[in-house]
């Protein structure tokens, strides 16, 4: 994978340029040239910052298939889902799949 065509693909699906990207980001503007004037890897450091601020994973980043975005509602329903016992679950799903067959 070319890590370079992904944030340029990242960037240009959300509109941003490279200084939204180093506001976004929290990294500094010549940190992010550097990547792409230079042509330089991030480090992985570096990299969790930028995937953080697209509001996805390192995972998320390096998958070859399509992208899923970890909006707030996803978080939150993820962060919840953590807590639930194994019943719970059973239960959430239950209710998910009948709301999913009332369309």
């Known amino acids: 994978?070319?890590?370079?065509?992904?944030?340029?693909l990242l960037m240009q699906e959300?509109?941003?340029?490279?200084?939204?990207?180093?506001?976004?980001?929290?990294?500094?503007e010549s940190?992010?040239?550097?990547?792409?004037?230079r042509n330089t890897?991030?480090?992985i450091t570096t990299l969790e910052s930028i995937c953080s601020a697209f509001g996805?994973?390192?995972s998320q980043f390096f998958a070859e298939d399509e992208l899923v975005e970890l909006n707030?509602?996803?978080k939150e329903l993820f962060d919840s889902w953590v807590s639930l016992t194994a019943y719970q679950k059973t239960a959430v799903l239950q209710i998910i799949k009948a709301f999913s067959?009332?369309?």
């Open 1 to 8: 994978m070319d890590t370079h065509k992904k944030l340029h």
């Open 101 to 103: 067959n009332n369309k």
């Open 56 to 58: 996805i994973t390192l």
């Open 41 to 43: 890897i991030p480090s």
């Open 72 to 74: 707030c509602e996803l």
């Open 14 to 28: 959300r509109g941003w340029s490279e200084y939204r990207l180093s506001k976004e980001s929290g990294l500094s």
């Open 31 to 37: 940190t992010i040239a550097n990547i792409f004037r």
